[in-house]
């Protein structure tokens, strides 16, 4: 290398050197000066940060948050707390003016003399998603009166809000939400004293306002109106009621509001005069109603749209198209009407379109097709006709598809759903498609679904590619024409991920080989119910919570395998050929089990006790009829405290009338019809006997005695059942089934509860029941005596059979009261008098029987009375008028006083009853004029009653006169 080189290599190192030394001097002094500029934070708030700190442990559980970690562990004596993690202090005086601790993994208690309060310089305090264990909020946080900024949110404080945050004047962002308990709904924060009204009167310059899931329990403040900063109001779950004040949607600055799942609170969307810069709108779960304004195309910034189940109605304005910034839409739920406008093909970000569950018709829109964004659609429980356009085929981020329950049809090639790469869940069910699969398919073995619901869409076999699916966890097949026997490779499908099975109301017979027990390891709901099985019980696994085999042919005895199931809720076996006994080992298992079904087989022997007395019992139903159970109703149900119905009927159980079964609070529904049971009656030994009972059969024994109406004061049910003003509901037990499913299927199961009675003459099977449903059928028995006016109380009865007993005396007119009474039976008895003329007020009644009485007197006229034919009458030769041939004369004689006297006790009779006393036995002056007086009133039941006491006064023989 030549000299020059060299000293040309050499001037290059010193010129780096030279600039590293000048960039070390600046780095230095940069250093120097940034340290200069960093605050050094006060002793005493040093201390007070450390002494926080130290009164709490560290448990990583304790916060949520996927990135929580422990802020505090890095603090100590030695530094400077401004540097700490967490800390803000302000640049000029050193104070701690920000402490923000959430998601720090504390737990602990805190109270008043915490050293938090005395950071008095305080402008944001956040210790958001920690567990400070149920401690309240203190009162001591009104001495920050510098926070503008206040998080408590998700760190379970408990009890009553402290009036003092109502002092924190100068608050923009409070936030006390989220303390309560996601698993029960439990919530732990309370405000009523202050209430609402009172935290915030103060707080006018409020920007946010967070509550949700606060216990308000009160309505919305109209003073909100004037919070003209709120840019977020969210009040999700808070118990609020009342009217919504309309002038809150008008707020010029809000942007975010949540009211949603505030069943009680009412509303109206106002017209929207101006722009606004709202872009979440959330009222879902809410009793908001009308419909909704043309003028919603103002909200032109709206991003999410969420008024599900609600009670919105009318057409889907064309003018919700204009909401072009629309990702989110959800009408579910509501009663929507006409078509899809055409509008909303404008909507090209949406990701989530749910129209379901309204009364929605026409066609599926083939632009659909063109909102590619679309990763969930959901139209189902509609009046859509037509078939489901293959443009639908061109939504490759749809993950969710979901258009059953509708009216539409033709032929439909399966093969479109495969194209579709990203769905997962895919319900087609219950319209009237005919699905056609091809023969081979190479994407079948691509496509990976998660939820299928093919039901009643016409298939005749199992669908060739469902073995080729690994991560289904819902498959329902229910509802079609599947016949034969479920092929071999169906226990291979999907083995560790299948959770519900449906499969019923299809022609299978078996199993080509059915495993010891079925393979699925995880599944929960197993419905094979309604198909012709000719084998023994399918053995599920231990996870099983829903077992329904109903209505098949199949054999052999229940295995004691079932004891073991601790996790099962339901078991239906009703309406099969299984026979033997009971395990007694059942009744250990009994703690889980909501509904027993046994309807409907071969069974013998005895109930076994299935409620120990320190048992936890969860059993609501019970169902063990048309067996050939012997032996008495175990008293161990008495233990059932949940149980709401039982039903033994026709079984050969004996023994008196089991009047401890009337402890049960709970207990709606008692069927003991057509067995052995005996005796009278006892009159119940407590008040609450039968409190909530609504339908009572005892019919088809050998009971005796009077009927049991000192039971009618007890039977609050059957006094005051109403009707639910959001629908039809039915007596059922449900059960709340949870999985890890990445599905995230959790999910109500109903089982509704169903009976055979006899409705109107006729043996009825009632698959459901109305909660509103009330009935009383205590026929074929020994019953004797009178029916009790006290019988007229039961005004939610929509049935009442006394036939064929050994009843006396008249029927009472108080029974007009039972104004739902569609159903009367009183024949083949021994009752007199004649036919109350009031019962021609009961509007609902369609089915009327008194014959084989002795009934006297003209049939009332008029209403319903018309159309009941001549057999409603006969045996009562003492009856005339129409329908009968027997005419009453025009002379007809008026109902006798005294009959008069008893339908009303207050009659006459009662007023002169001791005026008549005294004329006639003490033979008084004044008062056989009194009496006189009252012959005149009445003198056909005087004559009587004279004659009556005339008798009683002769002497007969044997007795001593």
Not at 552 to 581: K, Y
Not at 765 to 776: G, K, L, P, R, T
Request: with cysteine; aromatic share 10%; net charge negative.
């Amino acid at each position: 290398m030549s000299i020059l080189g060299l000293s040309l290599r050499l001037i290059v190192f010193y010129r780096l050197l030279i600039r590293l030394l000048l960039f070390t001097v600046f780095v230095s002094n940069y250093i120097s000066f940034a340290s200069e500029q960093q605050p050094f934070c006060h002793d005493e708030e040093r201390l007070a940060l450390l002494q926080f700190k130290d009164s709490f442990v560290i448990n990583k559980s304790t916060s949520s948050f996927e990135g929580a970690y422990p802020k505090v562990l890095q603090w100590n004596s030695g530094s400077n707390c401004c540097l700490w993690d967490g800390i803000d202090c302000d640049e000029e005086t050193g104070h701690v003016i920000g402490l923000d601790l959430g998601s720090s993994c504390l737990f602990g208690s805190i109270n008043s003399s915490s050293t938090l309060f005395t950071l008095v310089h305080l402008q944001m305090l956040s210790v958001a998603d920690n567990h400070f264990n149920f401690s309240q909020i203190p009162a001591a946080i009104g001495q920050l009166s510098s926070l503008t900024f206040l998080n408590l949110s998700s760190s379970a404080f408990y009890g009553q809000v402290p009036l003092e945050i109502s002092n924190l004047s100068k608050l923009s962002s409070l936030d006390m939400s989220s303390n309560y308990d996601p698993d029960t709904g439990e919530k732990f924060l309370l405000l009523r004293n202050p209430n609402l009204k009172t935290l915030v009167q103060n707080l006018s310059g409020l920007e946010i306002l967070i509550l949700s899931y606060v216990d308000i329990s009160s309505d919305i403040p109209d003073l909100l109106t004037n919070f003209t900063s709120l840019t977020t109001l969210h009040l999700r779950e808070c118990e609020l009621y009342g009217d919504f004040p309309p002038e809150l949607f008008q707020l010029p600055n809000l942007q975010s509001l949540i009211v949603q799942f505030n069943e009680n609170l009412t509303g109206r969307l106002p017209e929207f005069r101006q722009r606004s810069p709202l872009t979440t709108l959330r009222l879902r779960g809410t009793k908001f109603f009308g419909s909704l304004p043309y003028s919603i195309e103002k909200l032109d910034s709206l991003d999410m749209l969420d008024v599900k189940y609600c009670n919105f109605s009318g057409p889907i304005p064309f003018s919700l198209g204009k909401l072009t910034h629309l990702t989110y839409l959800n009408l579910k739920g509501n009663n929507f009407s006409g078509d899809i406008p055409s509008s909303l093909r404008n909507l090209t970000h949406l990701t989530t379109l749910s129209i379901g569950e309204n009364q929605i018709t026409g066609p599926i829109p083939l632009w659909l097709g063109n909102l590619t964004k679309l990763s969930k659609l959901s139209l189902q429980d509609n009046l859509l006709h037509g078939t489901v356009p293959q443009s639908l085929s061109m939504l490759v981020n749809l993950e969710k598809l979901n258009i059953r329950y509708n009216n539409l049809g033709g032929n439909l090639k399966f093969d479109m759903f495969f194209n579709m790469k990203n769905l997962t869940h895919l319900r087609l069910g219950h319209n009237n498609l005919s699905l056609i699969f091809g023969e081979e398919n190479r994407n079948a073995t691509v496509s990976k679904f998660k939820v299928l619901h093919l039901g009643s869409c016409n298939l005749r076999k199992f669908p060739n590619f469902l073995r080729h699916q690994n991560e289904l966890e819902l498959l329902t097949l229910g509802g079609n024409k599947i016949s034969g026997k479920i092929p071999n490779w169906m226990w291979n499908t999907s083995k560790n991920t299948l959770m519900k099975l449906h499969v019923s109301n299809n022609f299978l017979t078996g199993f080509d080989q059915i495993p010891a027990v079925l393979p699925w390891v995880n599944l929960g709901l197993f419905d094979i119910s309604s198909n012709m099985l000719q084998v023994e019980l399918p053995i599920p696994p231990p996870s099983i919570a829903r077992y329904d085999v109903s209505n098949n042919m199949l054999t052999g005895e229940i295995p004691p395998v079932f004891c073991n199931m601790s996790s099962l809720h339901i078991l239906d076996l009703s309406d099969n050929n299984l026979g033997g006994i009971i395990p007694q080992c059942l009744g250990n298992s009994s703690s889980s089990l909501s509904v027993l079904n046994l309807r409907n087989n071969s069974f013998h022997g005895i109930i076994p006790p299935l409620c120990s007395s320190n048992n936890a019992s969860q059993l609501k139903m019970i169902d063990v009829s048309y067996n050939q159970f012997q032996g008495k109703l175990p008293r161990s149900l008495s233990n059932c405290l949940m149980l709401e119905a039982i039903v033994v009927s026709n079984n050969q159980l004996h023994g008196s009338f089991p009047s401890w079964l009337g402890s049960l609070p709970d207990l709606k529904l008692l069927i003991l019809h057509r067995n052995g049971f005996y005796g009278s009656i006892e009159k119940p030994k407590q008040d609450f006997y039968f409190s909530n009972l609504q339908v009572l059969d005892l019919s088809s024994n050998n009971f005796t005695g009077e009927l049991p109406s000192q039971y009618i004061f007890h039977w609050n049910a059957l006094n005051s059942i109403k009707s639910n003003a959001n629908g039809l509901t039915y007596m059922g037990a449900n059960m709340y089934y949870s999985t890890n499913s990445t599905t995230g299927y959790d999910t109500t199961i109903e089982e509704r509860y169903r009976i055979t009675i006899m409705s109107k003459g006729v043996a009825t099977y009632f698959d459901s029941i109305q909660d509103v449903f009330a009935f009383i059928d205590l026929s074929d028995n020994i019953f004797e005596g009178e029916i009790s006016d006290l019988f007229g109380n039961l005004k939610a009865l929509h049935s009442l059979n006394f036939s064929n007993n050994m009843l006396t005396g008249c029927i009472p007119s108080s029974l007009w009261n039972l104004s739902e009474l569609e159903s009367l039976d009183l024949s083949r008895n021994n009752l007199s008098c004649h036919i109350p003329q009031e019962l021609t007020q009961l509007g609902f009644l369609s089915s009327f029987n008194v014959s084989h009485n002795n009934l006297t007197g003209p049939i009332p006229q008029g209403k319903q009375f018309n159309a009941f034919d001549s057999s409603s009458y006969d045996g009562n030769p003492e009856l005339c008028g129409d329908p009968l041939p027997k005419k009453c004369g025009n002379s007809q004689s008026p109902p006798s006083p005294f009959e008069d006297y008893r339908k009303d006790s207050k009659s006459i009779l009662k007023k002169d009853w001791m005026f008549i006393l005294a004329g006639y036995i003490s033979g008084l002056v004044v008062g056989v004029v009194l009496a006189d007086i009252a012959m005149e009133k009445t003198p056909g039941w005087f004559h009587w009653f004279v004659d009556v006491l005339s008798e009683w006064r002769k002497p007969r023989r044997g007795r001593r006169t």
